[in-house]
């Protein structure tokens, strides 16, 4: 699919680092001139914020398409606001991307999330924010989506899946790495989301003991930030029932796999 990169409002003769927008905009729409001095004029960082709650409801509701219109009106208010160098401008952009993991785009999540990264590298925060370890999170997943669309071999695991999933423990290990630094009192959601995130690797792997060691992490984790009748819990519950039919305990994975139907009816 074509992609075009604005810069401050203006199209681009070369793809620009930072802003993506959807393929609905290229080329761009007749009002587009009117449209960014209307951004200048009129809009505020309010009615971006808007937008962003606007667009994490779509995303919530599965609307990934309709969300990324949200998201991508949002970044055309910030970017006027704000240039193309701030941290809001940064976690939009990693909104974007993780909306592209949700429609299955691995490449173009990947693409828009590595575009985030470069700006908190610009603005010296990189390891050093929470941000910065999440938009890392979501590139992990946008190699492990990849890694899952590998066509498989019935004796080996292929190389490329090794490669994968190689880069992407890199990437989970780097966001965790900042948590460590935050040292942070209570558990938390993120670092079992990483937890979670690092078992599907091993699963993909075929190293089923591995991963359920992390699944068992990430589900007490879970439970006790969530409740177990969140739906979070139910997919962790299912991966784990993955590993346990890796290792050859069918019985109990099929017990697993109940409990986490059970968790979201």
Not at 146 to 164: C, D, G, H, S, W
């Amino acid at each position: 699919e074509i992609f075009e990169y604005y810069d401050n409002g203006h199209p681009a003769h070369e793809p620009h680092r930072y802003v993506m927008y959807e393929t609905q905009y290229y080329p761009p729409p007749s009002d587009y001139d009117s449209h960014h001095r209307e951004a200048r004029s009129h809009y505020s960082l309010d009615d971006a914020t808007a937008l962003g709650e606007k667009g994490t409801s779509l995303m919530r509701d599965g609307k990934y398409q309709d969300a990324m219109k949200c998201y991508d009106k949002m970044l055309v208010i910030q970017l006027q606001i704000l240039g193309d160098q701030h941290p809001i401008v940064a976690q939009t952009i990693d909104l974007m991307g993780c909306c592209f993991l949700r429609l299955g785009r691995h490449k173009d999540a990947a693409e828009a999330l590595e575009k985030a990264l470069d700006i908190y590298r610009i603005l010296g925060q990189e390891g050093k924010n929470v941000d910065w370890a999440l938009t890392k999170m979501h590139l992990g997943q946008a190699h492990e989506l990849e890694a899952e669309q590998v066509p498989m071999m019935t004796n080996r695991i292929p190389e490329e899946v090794n490669r994968l999933t190689d880069r992407a423990f890199g990437e989970y290990q780097s966001a965790l790495e900042v948590f460590n630094v935050l040292e942070r009192e209570e558990i938390d959601i993120d670092v079992a989301n990483i937890m979670h995130c690092m078992g599907n690797l091993h699963n993909l792997r075929g190293e089923y003991v591995a991963a359920l060691r992390r699944f068992k992490l990430a589900l007490s984790d879970k439970i006790q930030i969530l409740g177990e009748e969140d739906a979070s819990c139910a997919w962790t519950k299912n991966n784990i029932a993955n590993a346990l039919r890796g290792i050859g305990k069918a019985d109990e994975a099929i017990k697993v796999y109940i409990d986490a139907l059970n968790t979201v009816h």
